[in-house]
Each structure stands twice: as structure tokens, then as C-alpha cells.
């Protein structure tokens, strides 16, 4: 044992000596019984089902998270929308706490590596009554004690406590993950919901204009049929057109303004009318969009990248890590007390030599019987890693799905955009025929009626193909991970990787 001589020159325990079961534990604790972790391989296919164009010839595509929602969504409106959003979403915010805490847990079960270390000051006051003191005597006595130390540390021989520390922190970047899975199906939500608006709004003024033509229509038609011109069907079927236009206008508004309540809750405030959009981007702006034209042989390994697998894949992480802590368990467990300081009859005396006091209370726990517990809990631990490694698997695959059916609606859509654009410019050929010879009185208003409808259902189902053309880009964003970035070529943080190997 290594002892000093105190002032008073009397042996004594050196404090050092009580910094050595701390020495021990650190040497000790590199030790784990967590099993070493493996990737299981992804169950996809190498290329996206819907991506089947030639590659020859072409270089690796930049992937398309590395690509900033402000060069997806150029629109300086749709842009503050979602910096509003980013801003005031509760949804966002949830997330954003949920880190805090999962940051605060593992602080915790990583503090345990440590001792806790407390310094102590106390006093301790007794009287004895005389039929029960040796003496015969009242006996008061009074003592004081002043001490730092520790209590109940664990050495981590067999790695539970690591294998917990790094469970918590598996977990807490989990909720990181999750964050950024947030923000990036927050960014296509509100944009969607953004451009449905707009879209709305393209039907509200088509209707409203329509209302207008056909209002006008029926004016004519009246006038000729109080001359005695036209006939009383004429007037009838001009007045439905005139009607069914209204029922379209008020069905119209209604969506509109439901669009609004629908973006201002994503939003998590209300909508400034300065940024309600103006329509739908033209083919222009749609042609500048990077995500237009998709570069041909898309890996599957870009799914790697997205939040929700890397969350996946970090749940596992931390499965893997608790089955080291079950596995610890079954092997004894040392725990610590120990204390340093001095102890006086009298508190001027507390600080003098040979005052100075110590413990230390070494204890070993050692698992005989426990009706089974250790080897259910073992078993549950494996079971939740297999678990895991499931949802790890269908998390890639769902995403691998998404991905492949964005890229098969997006060569359907753009062909069905072509033949809706080519139907709108016949129907209003066909339109303003019909609009000529009924004027001449070689065809019945029916004709002209009937084209006016085949125009408008066409105008219509155009804006909704626009819409689509427009929700399959940004769905196609989101599968692929994008809308974490700011800006293209932006730094991405990353949270670095765990070591889940077993030390020897």
C-alpha cells in the first residue's frame, strides 16, 4: 500500500493511491461483447425498375440530393414559402426536439463511462442518555467529516456500460436522421400543396372566364330569340352552359381557398397574399428545372443516401449494440465506492494533521440464479436486431418502389401532356368552327355547345396533367433524398459513423 507521512508523522493512505481503481477501469474498459456489425445487402436490383434507357456512354450522375431546393423550386415566391415553413412548422420543430432530448439521453448513459465524483461536508450530532452509556453518564457527542469521492462505479470489464453508451448514441442520431426525413417530406409537401394552389387557381380563372364567353353567349341568344331568330332550345341550351359554368366557378373558389388552409397549416402560419402564386410554371421554366432530364442508369445505391434508410439502419446500429449489454449480463459486475478527506471531533480541527480519513468498499455482483431473465433478455435483444434488419430491408425497398414509380409516371405523363396538348389545340379548332357555322345557321347550337364543352373539359384535364408533371418532379426530389440542401454544392453535415466492432 502506498502510504505518506502526515505532518504529525503518521502513516497514512496517499490520495493518489485511491485514483487507481479509475486507472484500472480505463484499462479495462475496452472490452466488449457487442457482435461486430454488418450491412445486410440491399434487396433491390442494381437499376431502378422504371429507368430502362440506354447507358452507354454516359458519365456517373450527380446525385440528385446533392441538388439545393432553391435550384429545384426557382420560383421567388414558392422559395419564401418554404423558408416560412422551415421557420414555423411544428411538425420541424417536434423533430428538432426530439434531437435535443435523444443529445440529452446520451449524455447520460455516457457519463456512466466516469465516475461521479462528489465532494461532501457534514456534521453528525448524538446524545446518549445515562442508564444506557457505559459511563453512567449523558454522553453528547459531535463529529465533523469533510470528504471527496465517488460511489457505485461500475468497471466496465465486459462492455455493458460502453455497449449502453453506444446505444444511446445510435439513438441519437436516429432522431437526427429523422430530422432531416422531416424537412426533406416538409419541403415536397408544402411545394406540392404550393402548386396545387396554383393550379386551382389556373381552374378558377379558366372557369370564370368561361362563365364570362358564355354569359355573353346567352345575352345574344336572348336577344335573338326576343326578335323571333332563334328558337327557345337555342336560348335553354345556351342558359346551361352559362349555369354550368357558375357551378364551376363556386366549386373552384371553394377548393382555392381550402388549398390556402391546407398550405397555411403546413406552413404553421398563415399564407401573405403577396406570395399566392400566380399559375403554374410554363414549359420554359419546366425545360431550366435540373430534374427534367434524368441522367439514364440511376444506381440503387443512391437510396443509401436517403434519411429514412439511414435512420433505419442507425435503429439497427443500436440493436446490434444492446445485444453487448445482454450478452454482459451473464459475466460479474464490479462496482467502486471510495472516499478521501478528514474527520474531526471538533470543526477547528476538521483541516489539521491527522485528521484525514479514508474508504474504499470494492463490491462484485455475480449473476447465479435469475429464473432465466438474462438469457429472455438476450433472446429479445437478437430478436429486436432481426427485427430491425427487416424494417432495414423493407425501408429499401419501399424506397426503391417510389423511386422506380416516379421514373415510369414521369415517360407516361410527359406523353400524355404531348396528346393533351395537341387535343386542346383540335377542340379549339373544332371550337370556333362550330362558332362560324352556327353563325351562318348551317349547324344548330348543339354543335357549338357540345365543342365549347370537348374545349373546356380539354383545358381542364391539361392543367391537371401540368400538376402532375410538376408533383412527379418533386416526388421524384423527395425519393431520391433531396430537399435537405439549401444550395447545390452546399456541404452536407453528416454524423460520422460508429465503431460497433468488438474490442478483444
Given at each position: 500500500m502506498n502510504l505518506y507521512r502526515s505532518p504529525l508523522g503518521r502513516p497514512s493512505l496517499a490520495p493518489r493511491a485511491l485514483l487507481a481503481p479509475v486507472a484500472l477501469a480505463v484499462f479495462l474498459s475496452g472490452c466488449s461483447l457487442m457482435p461486430a456489425y454488418e450491412r445486410p445487402q440491399?434487396?433491390?436490383?442494381?437499376?431502378?425498375?422504371?429507368?430502362?434507357?440506354?447507358?452507354?456512354?454516359?458519365?456517373?450522375?450527380?446525385?440528385v440530393a446533392d441538388i439545393g431546393w432553391r435550384d429545384v423550386f426557382t420560383d421567388p415566391s414558392l422559395r419564401a414559402v418554404i423558408e416560412l415553413t422551415l421557420a414555423n412548422n411544428?411538425?420541424?420543430?417536434?423533430?428538432?426536439?426530439?434531437?435535443?432530448?435523444?443529445r440529452a439521453q446520451y449524455g447520460v448513459q455516457r457519463a456512466a463511462l466516469l465516475p461521479s465524483v462528489n465532494a461532501s461536508l457534514g456534521e453528525t450530532a448524538s446524545r446518549t442518555p445515562a442508564d444506557l452509556s457505559a459511563?453512567?453518564?449523558?454522553?453528547?457527542?459531535?463529529?465533523?467529516?469533510?470528504?471527496?469521492?465517488?460511489?457505485?462505479?461500475?468497471?466496465?470489464?465486459f462492455g455493458r456500460v460502453r455497449s449502453l453508451s453506444t446505444q444511446a448514441l445510435e439513438s441519437f442520431m436516429a432522431t437526427a436522421e429523422a430530422r432531416r426525413s422531416t424537412q426533406i417530406s416538409l419541403v415536397a409537401e408544402v411545394a406540392t400543396a404550393y402548386l396545387t394552389l396554383a393550379s386551382d387557381q389556373e381552374r378558377l380563372k379558366l372557369a370564370q372566364d368561361t362563365l364570362l364567353s358564355q354569359t355573353a353567349t346567352y345575352q345574344l341568344n336572348q336577344r335573338s330569340f326576343e326578335l323571333g331568330v332563334s328558337s327557345a332550345l337555342t336560348l335553354r341550351q345556351s342558359q346551361t352552359s352559362v349555369e354550368s359554368a357558375r357551378v364551376d366557378v363556386e366549386k373552384y373558389s371553394t377548393q382555392v381557398a381550402q388549398d390556402r388552409n391546407a398550405l397555411a397549416l403546413l406552413m404553421g402560419?398563415?399564407?401573405?397574399?403577396?406570395?399566392?402564386?400566380?399559375?403554374?410554371?410554363?414549359?420554359?421554366?419546366?425545360?431550366?428545372?435540373?430534374?427534367?432530364?434524368?441522367?439514364?442508369?440511376?444506381?440503387?445505391?443512391?437510396?443509401?443516401?436517403?434519411?429514412?434508410?439511414?435512420?433505419?439502419?442507425?435503429?439497427?446500429?443500436?440493436?446490434?449494440?444492446?445485444?453487448?449489454?445482454?450478452?454482459?449480463?451473464?459475466?460479474?459486475?464490479i462496482s467502486l465506492t471510495a472516499s478521501a478527506g478528514s474527520s474531526s471531533a471538533s470543526l477547528s480541527g476538521l483541516f489539521k494533521g491527522g485528521s484525514g480519513a479514508w474508504t474504499f468498499a470494492p463490491q462484485v455482483s455475480l449473476p447465479i440464479f435469475n429464473a432465466g431473465a438474462n438469457e429472455a433478455n438476450l433472446s429479445i435483444a437478437k430478436t429486436d436486431r432481426d427485427l430491425y434488419v427487416a424494417q432495414y430491408e423493407k425501408a429499401i425497398q419501399?424506397?426503391?418502389?417510389?423511386?422506380?414509380?416516379?421514373?415510369?409516371?414521369?415517360?407516361?405523363?410527359?406523353?400524355?401532356?404531348?396528346?393533351?396538348?395537341?387535343?386542346?389545340?383540335?377542340?379549339?379548332d373544332a371550337y370556333r368552327l362550330s362558332q362560324a357555322r352556327f353563325k351562318r345557321g348551317v349547324d344548330s347550337y348543339l354543335n357549338e355547345?357540345?365543342?365549347?364543352?370537348?374545349?373546356?373539359?380539354?383545358?381542364?384535364?391539361?392543367?391537371?396533367?401540368?400538376?402532375?408533371?410538376?408533383?412527379?418532379?418533386?416526388?421524384?426530389?423527395?425519393?431520391?433524398?433531396?430537399?435537405?440542401?439549401?444550395?447545390?454544392?452546399?456541404?452536407?453535415?453528416?454524423?460520422?459513423?460508429?465503431?460497433?466492432?468488438?474490442?478483444?
Open positions: 440491399a434487396p433491390v436490383p442494381e437499376r431502378f425498375a422504371g429507368d430502362t434507357r440506354d447507358t452507354r456512354g454516359t458519365g456517373a450522375a450527380q446525385a411544428r411538425d420541424l420543430r417536434v423533430a428538432v426536439l426530439n434531437i435535443e432530448k435523444a459511563t453512567g453518564r449523558t454522553v453528547t457527542g459531535q463529529s465533523y467529516s469533510a470528504s471527496l469521492g465517488f460511489s457505485a462505479y461500475e468497471l466496465d470489464l402560419t398563415e399564407l401573405p397574399d403577396r406570395l399566392l402564386p400566380t399559375g403554374l410554371p410554363d414549359s420554359v421554366a419546366v425545360a431550366a428545372n435540373p430534374l427534367a432530364q434524368v441522367p439514364p442508369g440511376l444506381s440503387s445505391d443512391l437510396l443509401q443516401r436517403r434519411p429514412d434508410i439511414l435512420q433505419a439502419e442507425r435503429n439497427l446500429r443500436a440493436a446490434n449494440a444492446n445485444i453487448g449489454a445482454a450478452r454482459a449480463a451473464f459475466y460479474p459486475r419501399s424506397a426503391f418502389k417510389e423511386v422506380s414509380d416516379a421514373l415510369v409516371q414521369r415517360t407516361g405523363i410527359d406523353r400524355q401532356l404531348s396528346a393533351q396538348t395537341a387535343l386542346v389545340g383540335a377542340a379549339d355547345l357540345d365543342s365549347q364543352r370537348t374545349l373546356y373539359a380539354a383545358q381542364q384535364n391539361l392543367i391537371g396533367l401540368r400538376l402532375s408533371q410538376q408533383s412527379n418532379l418533386i416526388t421524384f426530389y423527395k425519393t431520391l433524398g433531396g430537399g435537405w440542401v439549401e444550395n447545390t454544392g452546399q456541404p452536407v453535415a453528416t454524423l460520422p459513423a460508429t465503431d460497433s466492432t468488438p474490442s478483444p
